[in-house]
């Protein structure tokens, strides 16, 4: 009898997006131009490998702006930063200060000022504590309010018939999750005004859906990501949600033998912030499994380029 070959489905688009790609360049030409130490306030993305990466090259990662000395280079990370950040940081003696914040995270900061400006009460959906989140609900003082679910909707403490009310999202998020808890907000307020364009970035929209589609034809979704990387956990979670079994690692070392016992078919996608040196080195592994007929499914080309700030091009 013919044995089954065993193969692995490569989704595309995977890993880096513009966002992530422009913000590592600005660490890499910022060490190249102005020397070692560069601070970064925060992990400049959430991937393992790369924050270890420039660690070795001279980035200094750092919470809190009164770890960074006078005349030194100070970068935001990708996720973007509070007001009382930038305040803070405009009050030392630095040399120079670059803003990696993703151009599609500064666009609902944009919104939500505007939103503010006009009177309006806010609500913003998205992860407690996520740096994105705490960045973004930074950019004013007062009247915005965090759900993270559905049932937060209950608590908040707002009247269903206010005049004024808008709502913006965290850009990772889980594109169906979102789209219910905005359906059930629409319900209950019923002056609510939408973001004018989705703030779910075209990214973690794009590398959704190639997980949808690897989902019909795969026995296991194995997504290279750091746990702490908000769209790489909601492939791995929406990969469930369809009955496939999934794995986030962040190395090809933490596949397991156990994994692939009566498995066929592997689909391997990558988070926003997961470089695809990582992806090789996880068909290298499977492959030694038996795994080496391998295949792409491209669900949609992506071309979208974010400048780099003019100092540094």
């Known amino acids: 009898m013919q044995q089954t070959q065993k193969k692995i489905i490569l989704a595309n688009p995977r890993g880096f997006c513009a966002g992530v790609d422009r913000a590592i360049a600005i660490v890499e030409k910022a060490l190249e131009k102005y020397g070692a130490p560069i601070y970064v306030r925060h992990e400049v993305v959430h991937n393992k490998y790369v924050v270890d990466d420039l660690k070795e090259r001279g ?5 809190d702006i009164s770890d960074v000395p006078e005349n030194s280079t100070l970068i935001y990370s990708a996720h973007g930063v509070p007001l009382s950040v930038r305040r803070e940081a405009e009050l030392k003696q630095l040399k120079m200060i670059f803003d990696a914040t993703c151009p599609l995270v500064s666009k609902v900061h944009v919104e939500l000022k505007n939103l503010h400006k006009n009177g309006y009460t806010i609500i913003m959906v998205g992860h407690k504590g996520h740096p994105e989140v705490e960045g973004t609900m930074g950019q004013v003082s007062g009247n915005i309010f965090l759900i993270e679910t559905e049932a937060d909707i209950i608590s908040l403490p707002v009247k269903h018939d206010i005049d004024k009310i808008a709502v913006v999202t965290q850009t990772t998020l889980s594109v169906d999750e979102t789209k219910t808890i905005l359906d059930r907000l629409r319900a209950t307020f019923t002056n609510l005004r939408l973001p004018k364009n989705e703030d779910i970035c075209y990214a973690t929209q794009n590398r959704q859906d190639a997980v949808k589609k690897m989902a019909q034809v795969c026995d296991i979704i194995i997504v290279i990501g750091s746990k702490n990387s908000s769209n790489s956990n909601r492939l791995k979670e929406l990969a469930e949600k369809l009955n496939v079994k999934s794995y986030l690692v962040d190395f090809a070392s933490e596949i ?12 391997v996608t990558a988070g926003a912030s997961a470089p695809e040196v990582l992806v090789n080195g996880v068909i290298k592994k499977l492959n030694e499994y038996g795994f080496t007929d391998t295949e792409t499914l491209t669900t949609v080309e992506e071309h979208m380029i974010f400048a780099l700030p003019s100092e540094l091009r």
């Open 59 to 63: 980035a200094i990662f750092i919470e």
């Open 256 to 267: 397991e033998s156990d994994w692939l016992k009566g498995i066929d078919c592997v689909g």
